[in-house]
T-cell receptor, first 116, second 109 residues
């Protein structure tokens, strides 16, 4: 089955620790996105990548880093510089290979990150 | 003004009721519009795209009013299983989608 796999489902981070969230897709989609969702708020864009070896900052990139070494993979690192990392993190791909968003996005099942 | 605004609700309705949600957006140049459904602690899933002429999918009808920059979603004959958060989503710029904070629907028996 084609889809987007995010892991782990739940992640606990200690203060000052970096953690990496995995996002893998076998849909052969070019564009991938990372969003953060906080209770009562809309999804906010952290980073996105429209092609391998290239990525762009979204609206709330501070304290996060990404890489796009392979088409299938777009891992997100939450660094110690991110002061309020507890949130639900969602990875998405754009179904349209031309880069248009007419078909919307497909989401992975998300990772819940909690700072302990 | 927020880029995409929705009434957060919650909308509490009995089974069988008709309920409507509205959403306003800030960029008059937006071309693509969607409604997503998000169940508690799950990822958003595409419910339907919204077209200028309006479109219907079973009990769900979506409308777009470009002049007033708002989108609506109408749900007829509500089911218990319709209980969820409904996200209004708009392409604002650069082929990126912006998500509203969502409207909570609770359908009760």
């Amino acid at each position: 089955d084609g889809g987007i796999t995010q892991s782990p489902k739940y992640l606990f981070r200690k203060e000052g620790q970096n953690v990496t969230l995995s996002c893998e897709q076998n849909l052969n989609h070019d564009a991938m996105y990372w969003y953060r969702q906080d209770p009562g708020q809309g999804l906010r864009l952290i980073y996105y990548s429209q092609i391998v070896n290239d990525f762009q900052k979204g609206d709330i990139a501070e304290g996060y880093s990404v890489s796009r070494e392979k088409k299938e993979s777009f891992p997100l690192t939450v660094t110690s510089a991110q002061k309020n990392p507890t949130a639900f993190y969602l990875c998405a791909t754009n179904a349209d290979r031309s880069g248009n968003v007419e078909l919307g996005y497909t989401f992975g099942s998300g990772t819940r990150l909690t700072v302990v | 003004r927020k880029e995409v605004e929705q009434d957060p609700g919650p909308f509490n309705v009995p089974e069988g009721a008709t309920v409507a949600f509205n959403c306003t957006y800030s960029n008059s140049a937006s071309q693509s519009f969607f409604w997503y459904r998000q169940d508690c602690r799950k990822e958003p899933k595409l419910l339907m795209s919204v077209y200028s002429s309006g479109n219907e999918d079973g009990r769900f009808t979506a409308q777009l009013n470009r002049a007033s920059q708002y989108i609506s979603l109408l749900i007829r004959d509500s089911k218990l299983s319709d209980s969820a958060t409904y996200l209004c989503v708009v392409e604002l710029y650069g082929n990126k989608l912006v998500f509203g904070a969502g409207t909570i629907l609770r359908v009760k028996s």
